[in-house]
């Protein structure tokens, strides 16, 4: 069974940074593509990021386009999220996902770390 185990998460003030890692295990798989999604109190889960695990390339919630970095370490089996000038509104419970298949839903999924933002 895969797991999925992300840290990183913590309290920073708004302008800062943190970098969440996302790290895969157990079981035989194979990644197509990773993604980080995040859910506010109040509101549903939304996109933020994903990246192929093969090519690298790169989607982005608009929200978060030019602030945050998806990336990965194939060798690892670890993904990461750089937010970079984070905002009170980031503040959220952020999962990351895994799809083996090339398209459809995210099989499997972490589940969550703290990322808060205080103004």
């Known amino acids: 069974q895969v797991q999925l185990v992300e840290s990183g998460g913590g309290l920073v003030q708004a302008g800062g940074s943190l970098r969440l890692s996302c790290a895969a295990s157990?079981?035989?798989?194979?990644?197509?593509?990773m993604g980080w999604f995040r859910q506010a109190p109040g509101k549903e889960r939304e996109f933020v990021a994903s990246i192929a695990w093969s090519g690298g390339y790169t989607g982005y919630a608009d929200s978060v386009k030019g602030r945050f970095t998806i990336s990965r370490d194939n060798a690892r089996n670890t993904g990461y999220l750089q937010m970079n000038s984070l905002k009170p509104e980031d503040t959220a419970v952020y999962y990351c996902?895994?799809?083996?298949?090339?398209?459809?839903?995210?099989?499997?999924w972490g589940r969550g770390t703290q990322v808060t933002v205080s103004s």
């Open positions: 996902a895994l799809r083996e298949s090339n398209s459809g839903a995210y099989e499997y």
């Open positions: 157990g079981g035989t798989f194979s990644i197509s593509r």
